[in-house]
T-cell receptor
Framework: AQSVTQPDIHITVSEGASLELRCNYS??????LFWYVQSPGQGLQLLLK??????LVQGIKGFEAEFKRSQSSFNLRKPSVHWSDAAEYFC??????????????FGKGTKLSVKP | NAGVTQTPKFQVLKTGQSMTLQCAQD?????MYWYRQDPGMGLRLIYY???????DKGEVPNGYNVSRLNKREFSLRLESAAPSQTSVYFC????????????FGPGTRLTVT
């Protein structure tokens, strides 16, 4: 069965420092992979997604992610973190529950805190 | 455009009471979803509707029912609330399948005592 693991529950980085959030997935074929962000008290917003092709994917807000099939990973990166990036980040994999269409399985999330 | 709207924002129920969470989208999307979010659990899909007139179970459907009233509206009903249903509920919509970008509402925080 498909699954997603985000090993880090909480990460704190200094403003201006680089960021990498880890995501590992379990899936038999080429996965559809996603990163969503949730600001406090709000719903989720799509940062980026990978379906096929170039393994380095660019997203909104200066984020990028790299798909590594050999490591079953899809890590999210940003070269310089801003205070406004403090939020919870969710990795997700496309899955089929049965029924009429595919949907997403989300990881448990990584909460990012940013120090001034 | 309001995007995805949810009502109410907060609700407290007693065990055994019923209620309906309302969701509407103004983006002419075909697919709509209901998720629950619990601390340390991420989001889990309760039900979804791939198009008007169809609904399907997600990962955690027990204790819930849904209605796709029309293309805009997708409601979630708790017939007999239980403390285990204390959660934050999010509605989302997408133009196509669940692999298309999903747009989320602001959530409903439900407490069952």
């Amino acid at each position: 069965a498909q699954s997603v693991t985000q090993p880090d529950i909480h990460i704190t980085v200094s403003e201006g420092a680089s960021l990498e959030l880890r995501c590992n997935y379990s899936y038999g074929a080429t996965p559809y992979l996603f990163w969503y962000v949730q600001s406090p008290g709000q719903g989720l917003q799509l940062l980026l997604k990978y379906f096929s092709g170039d393994t380095l994917v660019q997203g909104i807000k200066g984020f990028e992610a790299e798909f590594k099939r050999s490591q079953s990973s899809f890590n999210l990166r940003k070269p310089s973190v801003h205070w406004s990036d403090a939020a919870e980040y969710f990795c997700a994999v496309g899955a089929w529950y049965g029924g009429s269409q595919g949907n997403l399985i989300f990881g448990k999330g990584t909460k990012l805190s940013v120090k001034p | 455009n309001a995007g995805v709207t949810q009502t109410p924002k907060f609700q407290v129920l007693k065990t055994g009471q019923s209620m309906t969470l309302q969701c509407a989208q103004d983006m002419n999307h075909n697919s709509m979803y209901w998720y629950r979010q619990d601390p340390g659990m991420g989001l889990r899909l309760i039900y979804y509707s791939a198009s008007e007139g169809t609904t399907d179970k997600g990962e955690v459907p027990n204790g819930y029912n849904v209605s796709r009233l029309n293309k805009r509206e997708f409601s979630l009903r708790l017939e007999s609330a239980a403390p285990s249903q204390t959660s934050v509920y999010f509605c989302a919509s997408s133009g196509g399948t669940g692999f298309d970008e999903q747009y989320f509402g602001p959530g409903t925080r439900l407490t069952v005592t």
